[in-house]
């Protein structure tokens, strides 16, 4: 009997999955634009239902001649009423982290639709024929592309989605959210933007120059930060020292192929060497750990293996992973770069007659020298002209705008200038890294910055029925859940624009990293 009515209780309960979310879906599928849609089943059940939509995008805006790309669009189906939430990495979309409850904190304050687009040319939001290689194509990977890109898929969502709209991002992406409130100033209620940066051009000394100077300063006090300095520049010295073991192992993790002849390896490992602590203070901040690994025994071979290896893992991990080549070009021509500060470790390094290989000459556009063709470093020169008009806007927009740093973050000291002459800009600072949040701020800071979405999108967080629970709740209602999702996807099979693919927690959660 027990049996008999669980068993109906989950047909009514798929009954209910089906059809609000088989009538997003169908909704969905009837967009402008809309090539195909790929179903997600939840690990972690917190949406009605959750897809891919695959939209065909024009290459430019200007020019429809120049033909189209497809372009992935995560989205977590809450409620026809919910907010919708726009977020932006400013990179491509993570598989791995589909299944899962990968919404940002704002998705999750209000139970929203969450909507994720991967930013043109990233991961397989790209054109046919584009090539490291060559500078064919390249000329439409622009940030007023991109800003049209966002508008297009939100007025086709807007049509099925009548609730308010929040466009956020962090770093790539919360540049991209304050250029696209510029470019697009009326198409959401609020924008907020997480420590989004603005070089001064492709070749930015401050935020090197402060790594090894101020940063630290404001959260631990500047003894204890001098100190945190000094430890990062030990473990570079360390790792120089010891090259002949290390350089094999960091230069073996090449994916861009950059390494050809002996001084290309030479440079490769000292660039990691030298952007290691920007990537320390960006994330964990692990000062400990560094500390308790220049500590470790190596009276032996054995130990002295062991030690190295671990250096080498640390650097590996915590050191840069060469960016895109779509992100390199990008901040090459519009978005800024910053340029790696040899000068310390050189300096340092001298005292104990230790050799770099970078040259005083090879340090300037050092990001670019690496990346780009001499036919590439001709053509994607640096133009000022985006970046100055984000400083004016900052000064002069009427939106809704929220801008959240940490001041511990190295990216914090290439922000943009701070606004205190636009009533319409709100600018929160917190003593923390690069994963700086809403929730991460004072109770005050916190209260206010709640308080300012509240008013803007009419919101009452009390009365939001959020399904955060059901993540911990049984395997029945994940059971559920995903049943659901299939039975879905063999109904959408049938139609003429089917679901491509299910995709599920068959692989290992790798939570992702904030660039």
């Known amino acids: 009997m027990r049996a008999k009515k669980f068993f109906l209780a989950l047909l009514l309960l798929l009954a209910s999955v089906k059809s609000e979310a088989s009538s997003f879906m169908e909704e969905l599928l009837s967009l402008e634009g809309v090539v195909s849609v790929d179903v997600i089943a939840q690990e972690t059940p917190v949406f009605s239902g959750k897809y891919i939509a695959w939209f065909e995008q024009p290459l430019d805006w200007s020019s429809p001649d120049a033909g189209t790309f497809l372009q992935r669009v995560e989205i977590g189906f809450s409620g026809w009423e919910n907010l919708n939430v726009v977020y932006l990495s400013g990179y491509d979309l993570s598989e791995s982290t589909w299944p899962y409850d990968d919404r940002n904190e704002i998705a999750k304050i209000y139970n929203g639709n969450y909507i994720r687009i991967e930013y043109r040319y990233f991961g397989k939001s790209v054109p046919d024929g584009l090539s490291d290689k060559s500078t064919a194509l390249w000329e439409h990977l622009s940030n007023t592309n991109a800003s049209s890109d966002?508008?297009?898929?939100?007025?086709?969502?807007?049509?099925?989605?009548?609730?308010?709209?929040?466009?956020?991002?962090?770093?790539?992406?919360?540049?991209?959210?304050?250029?696209?409130a510029y470019y697009y100033p009326n198409d959401?209620?609020?924008?907020?933007?997480?420590?989004?940066?603005?070089?001064?051009?492709?070749?930015?000394?401050?935020?090197?120059?402060?790594?090894?100077?101020?940063?630290?300063?404001?959260?631990?006090?500047?003894?204890?930060?001098?100190?945190y300095r000094d430890l990062l520049l030990s473990f570079q010295l360390e790792a120089v020292r010891?090259?002949?073991?290390?350089?094999?192992?960091?230069?073996?993790?090449?994916?861009?192929?950059?390494?050809?002849?002996?001084?290309?390896?030479?440079v490769y490992f000292e660039l990691s060497v030298i952007d290691f602590?920007?990537?320390?203070?960006?994330?964990?901040?692990?000062?400990?750990?560094?500390?308790?690994?220049?500590?470790?025994?190596?009276?032996?071979?054995?130990?002295?293996?062991?030690?190295?290896?671990?250096?080498?893992?640390?650097?590996?991990?915590?050191g840069p992973v060469y960016s895109s080549f779509a992100y390199t070009v990008q901040a090459a021509k519009e978005n800024g770069n910053y340029r790696p500060c040899v000068k310390y470790l050189r300096e340092a390094a001298e005292r104990e007659g230790l050799h770099l290989e970078i040259g005083g000459d090879e340090e300037s556009y050092i990001w670019n020298k690496i990346s780009f063709t001499e036919e590439q470093m001709r053509l994607f020169e640096?133009?000022?002209?985006?970046?100055?008009?984000?400083?004016?806007?900052?000064?002069?927009?009427?939106?809704?705008?929220?801008?959240?740093?940490?001041?511990?973050?190295?990216?914090?000291?290439?922000?943009?200038?701070?606004?205190?002459d636009n009533p319409n800009v709100h600018i929160f600072t917190s003593e923390h890294s690069h994963l700086v949040s809403i929730n991460s701020m004072s109770q005050e800071k916190r209260d206010e910055i709640l308080s300012l979405l509240d008013s803007w999108l009419e919101q009452d967080r009390s009365s939001v029925q959020n399904p955060g629970s059901l993540s911990s709740s049984g395997g029945g209602c994940n059971l559920a859940g995903n049943l659901g999702i299939i039975l879905l996807s063999v109904i959408a099979s049938m139609r003429k624009r089917t679901v491509t693919k299910i995709y599920s927690a068959d692989i290992a959660f790798v939570p992702p990293k904030i660039m």
């Open 188 to 227: 959401a209620d609020a924008y907020v933007s997480y420590v989004a940066p603005f070089c001064d051009g492709a070749d930015d000394p401050r935020m090197s120059e402060a790594v090894y100077t101020v940063i630290g300063n404001e959260r631990y006090g500047p003894e204890k930060a001098q100190e």
């Open 242 to 266: 010891n090259r002949e073991y290390l350089q094999p192992l960091i230069t073996a993790n090449d994916p861009r192929g950059y390494v050809t002849d002996e001084h290309k390896a030479a």
């Open 277 to 318: 602590p920007v990537t320390v203070w960006q994330y964990y901040q692990n000062f400990d750990g560094i500390k308790a690994v220049l500590n470790m025994p190596r009276e032996n071979i054995a130990d002295k293996k062991k030690y190295l290896d671990t250096v080498a893992g640390m650097i590996t991990e915590e």
């Open 382 to 420: 640096f133009d000022p002209y985006m970046r100055d008009e984000i400083i004016a806007w900052s000064h002069t927009t009427e939106s809704n705008v929220i801008m959240i740093y940490g001041n511990s973050d190295p990216w914090y000291f290439v922000r943009l200038p701070d606004v205190a």
């Open 150 to 180: 966002f508008h297009n898929i939100m007025e086709q969502l807007r049509t099925i989605l009548p609730g308010a709209w929040v466009f956020t991002g962090s770093s790539k992406g919360g540049q991209a959210a304050n250029i696209f």
